[in-house]
């Protein structure tokens, strides 16, 4: 990483305080700056700029409050003094350049649209204003060679306070916390709070608005037989979590990324992945919060409401045993019962799906919206004992979820202790039961889908912003930084691989295991991880970094390079631009955590209704298991139909099909 001299703000504190005048008050004479703009047929045209003449310019802007004309004066009085007399005057010719790049192909689209060059000026680039169309054109480029000038701030921005290593970082501790991109605290790790996670998603036939009776396909139930079966059989060498992803996930887009995924408080993705983490995270994951002092400083930025986090406190997670698996793909494609006396097939209450006991084990165990996790038991496969009485009708019914959405779970373990498969599941503080989990001990979390694909997500926790900093292996600064570990492929002739010393490396000086090298392994490779690969769907940690700001991301750059050398005249109107700067940061800041409280409403309806619906309409897993038994099935039994006209003694409630 280059050395971080900050040599912009240095380069400025060189310029007295250049001040704008009120308007109607003449501008302090030292700031005049020569304006030479090219016009179409190579004319060069010179022109003197005052502080005057920019904000007069922005006064005719239609629309703009006072606060952010002085704003934008200013802005660009600092921009133009500092690529004229200062830090990027070697940068002068290139912004000018693309302004002129830019009105040469603003002239072709209006070419292009049969309309006049005044005109597209006037209605389409709204350079209003009682000028002359030569006038008119040269506000369109200073319009434009400002903004090629922001651009070049930009990068210069984003080259300066990208360094990961604060050991490394000479700049002061002020300037990193307000400027550093990575560990600032208003940097990216620090405000947006990253996920490292990976993905595995298996669509499901049943519609997700169903909470209680809805049918899956016999593929859909070996589908996910097979991602249990790898998953219990996962291996650090040849079958991890990323190799079961790329293999069997229904996500096209993540598969060849190993189901990978960068998230953060701003990626939209459904409530039961994004919101189920944080809930995990959060509210159960008792590890994240031992001696953790930043514990619930970064939890409070998930916005989670307080009556939401009681209903999911009082939810609870959900736990599947294992054998409800196995029976899952046991009776995939069962769907009749065979009379014994004559080897017929037999319909069980006239056909009705909900029945079939694929869809009878998949409403119960997996169709659920909170967060689930995988046990290595069995079923409770007794018959239900817990009463539900409806208010309208007073019929009372039997059923295995009780008030509060709950339901026994054998305590006899599915695999033998010892086994490979029994491996897998480890203990989780905060968890009741150890749950399943990848080859790095990582648990994997499950969750039904709200809303588009409607399929099952297994999602486990590569790197948490949670964690505790004093005590993680690999420190989220170092994990995140955006920097290649190789600085070229292959190794010389001693066998040394090109190692990059800037890298961030354990105490033995190898290289740690980060966000960039977790699966890519060539130079090539890890700058995808880094700059980002679209056609790949790969998400650069360097991209986060550099836009993640959004909006605020002008007021950052406003501030680096006015540094307080370049303030209105009035100490009034100074005032309010500042305080238009606080109130649109303030909005922006507002509206993003309106987003995540929204998005937590929804979800807590989303939870609230299916234990409402999961109490009353579940069909008792003892149906499954019995299916077809007369005991079970017959008129007035547990299992019976009771729409079912069908009442034939000899095979409870199944009939022959013709």
């Known amino acids: 990483m280059k050395n971080s001299t900050k040599s912009m703000i240095l380069a400025l504190s060189a310029f007295s305080t250049i001040a704008l005048s009120g308007c109607g008050i003449s501008a302090k004479e030292d700031f005049i700056i020569d304006f030479t703009y090219e016009t179409a047929n190579g004319n060069s045209v010179t022109e003197e700029i005052t502080a005057q003449d920019i904000l007069d310019r922005y006064l005719t802007n239609q629309g703009s409050t006072a606060a952010e004309t002085y704003y934008n004066a200013i802005y660009e009085v600092a921009l133009r003094e500092v690529f004229t007399n200062g830090r990027f005057s070697d940068k002068l010719s290139d912004a000018q350049a693309d302004a002129n790049r830019d009105v040469d192909e603003a002239k072709d689209a209006a070419d292009t649209a049969g309309t006049s060059w005044e005109d597209y000026l006037k209605d389409t680039l709204n350079i209003v204003g009682d000028m002359s169309v030569e006038d008119r054109e040269h506000q369109y480029y200073l319009q434009c060679e400002v903004n090629a000038m922001k651009e070049i701030v930009s990068d210069e921005f984003y080259n300066t306070f990208n360094q990961w290593n604060p050991e490394v970082d000479n ?6 916390n307000e400027f550093n991109m990575v560990y600032g605290e208003n940097g990216y790790i620090q405000t947006k709070l990253p996920y490292h ?17 809805g ?35 229904d996500d096209s887009a993540s598969a060849t990324n190993y189901g990978e995924h960068l998230m953060d408080l701003d990626t939209a993705f459904i409530n039961e992945f994004k919101l189920g983490l944080y809930t ?25 409401p307080q009556d939401v986090e009681e209903e999911l406190l009082t939810v609870g997670p959900t736990y599947i045993p294992y054998e409800a698996v196995d029976l899952l793909n046991q009776y995939k494609d069962t769907e009749t019962v065979k009379d014994a006396s004559t080897g017929q097939d037999l319909t069980v209450n006239e056909g009705n799906a909900s029945y079939y006991p694929r869809n009878i084990i998949f409403n119960k165990y997996f169709n659920s919206h909170n967060i689930c996790f995988i046990t290595n038991n ?3 496969s007794s018959d239900p004992t817990n009463e539900h009485t409806y208010t309208d009708t ?26 490979i498969e029994a491996s897998h599941f480890q203990e989780i503080p905060g968890l009741d039961y150890p749950v399943l989990c990848d080859e790095k001990g990582n648990p994997i979390v499950v969750s039904r889908s709200e809303t588009g694909n409607a399929g099952i997500h297994f999602v486990v926790i590569e790197k948490s912003p949670l964690e505790n900093q004093e005590t993680a292996e690999v420190k989220l600064n170092e994990y995140y930084a955006p920097v290649n570990p190789l600085e070229q492929n292959g190794q010389d002739a001693n066998g040394n691989y090109y190692y990059n010393d800037e890298f961030p490396t354990d105490s033995d000086g190898n290289p740690l295991k980060t966000y960039v090298n977790s699966i890519q392994t060539t130079v090539e490779g890890y700058n995808e991880r880094i700059y980002g690969n679209s056609d790949s769907g790969i998400t650069g940690i360097g991209e986060k970094y550099e836009t993640y700001t959004g909006t605020q991301k002008d007021f950052q750059l406003f501030n680096w390079v006015t540094e307080g050398n370049f303030r209105a005249k009035d100490d009034a109107i100074q005032a309010k631009v500042e305080q238009y700067i606080n109130t649109k940061m303030l909005s922006v800041e507002q509206s993003n955590a309106q987003t995540l409280i929204d998005a937590w409403n929804s979800y807590n309806t989303t939870l609230m209704d299916q234990e409402r619906n999961r109490e009353i309409g579940l069909i008792p897993e003892t ?3 019995h299916f077809g038994d007369p005991e079970y099935y017959g008129e007035g039994k547990l299992c019976y139909y009771s729409t079912s006209l069908n009442t034939n003694p000899g095979s409870g409630n199944a009939e022959g099909t013709n």
């Open 171 to 176: 700049a002061s501790e002020e300037e990193i």
């Open 197 to 213: 996670v990976r993905d595995i998603l298996i669509q499901v036939d049943a519609d997700a608005s169903n909470y209680t009776t």
């Open 215 to 249: 049918e899956i396909s016999s593929e859909d139930a070996g589908q996910l037989y097979n991602l249990f079966e790898a998953l219990v059989r996962s291996d650090s060498e040849t079958n991890t979590y990323a190799d079961i992803a790329r293999r069997l996930t």
């Open 280 to 304: 995990f995270d959060a509210l159960y994951n008792e590890d994240l919060k031992t001696n953790n002092s930043t514990f619930e400083s970064n939890v409070a930025k998930f916005e989670m």
């Open 378 to 380: 069995k079923v409770d």
């Open 394 to 419: 007073g019929i009372t019914k039997l059923t295995d979820i009780d008030e509060n959405g709950n339901y026994l779970i054998s305590e006899e373990p599915w695999f033998e202790e010892g086994s």
């Open 623 to 625: 149906c499954a298991i």
